[in-house]
């Protein structure tokens, strides 16, 4: 892993950071945001909190975002 945040270094300057929202996830997202802050690499998870936040339960992990976000258009009648 850090090697490839080294790797991330040399090419970017902020990266996004979108985990999962379980344990393993959580821990992943704190090492990766300290590794790529020592590589002065500004690693934004703006998505990934709001995202934890919006989801609740519903949803624990990137992949279920697709069926979650359909789930709640069938609950509210939406479209899209």
């Known amino acids: 892993m850090v090697a490839r945040t080294d790797e991330l270094s040399r090419s970017h ?5 979108l985990t999962d929202w379980d344990r393993k996830g959580v821990q992943l997202h704190d090492r990766l945001r300290r590794l790529l802050s020592d590589a002065q690499v500004d690693a934004e998870d703006f998505f990934w909190r709001r995202l934890k936040r919006l989801c609740g339960s519903g949803s624990r992990t990137v992949e279920d975002l697709p069926p979650f976000m359909e789930a709640l258009r ?7």
């Open 13 to 17: 300057r902020k990266v996004i950071l």
């Open 74 to 80: 069938d609950q509210t009648g939406g479209k899209g």
